[in-house]
């Protein structure tokens, strides 16, 4: 398969990404709701995802089930008591991508845009990984996403949600030990 330059020479950032930081993870309080979906305990890593971020993903994944839809994912990813934990805060839906319908490109435009509204909206958050949508395809990383994921988000608390707006189902994939797997469970955070 010959790919374009916008296909592959995307640039994230120029450095290494910073250390994570310690931190506790979110916990349930006053109007703070912390659920399991799925058993996160068996993760490798803990995810913790804003409910509203995760619908944005969806709303944006079924905007147009013609063609794939992505973006990219904020966050925060910590660590506390040795275990990586990954707080989903936003869904940002990429600009200037190339939907097609087993595929989306994020082109060096995409990337210039999401830095700059990570810089303006999002100051204090990191990129913690990518999403795009599969409608009718179910979920998984097609060989494209798995090298994607790994050349541009290599880090263990990168994450790939891919959204199947049809089936209404979703699932996150990251990197462990060298191997891309999917989790198989995330805490949901909702907030009244």
Known sequence: MTRTPEETEVHIRESPPEPLSPGPPPESGPGVRVEPRGDPRRAHLALYAEETAL?????????????????????EARVHQGRIHVRL???????????????VIFTEDTWREASREM?????????VGWYHSHPRYGIFLSERDQFLHRHF???????ALVVDPLRQEEGFFHT?????????????????
């Open 89 to 103: 805060v936003e869904a940002l839906p990429a600009k200037h991508t190339v939907g097609e319908a087993a595929r």
């Open 119 to 127: 810089e303006t909206r999002h100051p204090t958050l990191r990129i």
């Open 153 to 159: 988000f290599p880090e263990a608390w990168h994450l």
């Open 55 to 75: 619908q944005g993903a969806r709303d944006h994944a079924a905007h147009d089930t013609t063609a794939e839809q992505g973006g990219v994912l904020a966050g």
């Open 176 to 192: 462990h030990r060298g191997r891309i797997e999917r989790l198989p469970g995330y805490h949901l955070i909702t907030r009244r």
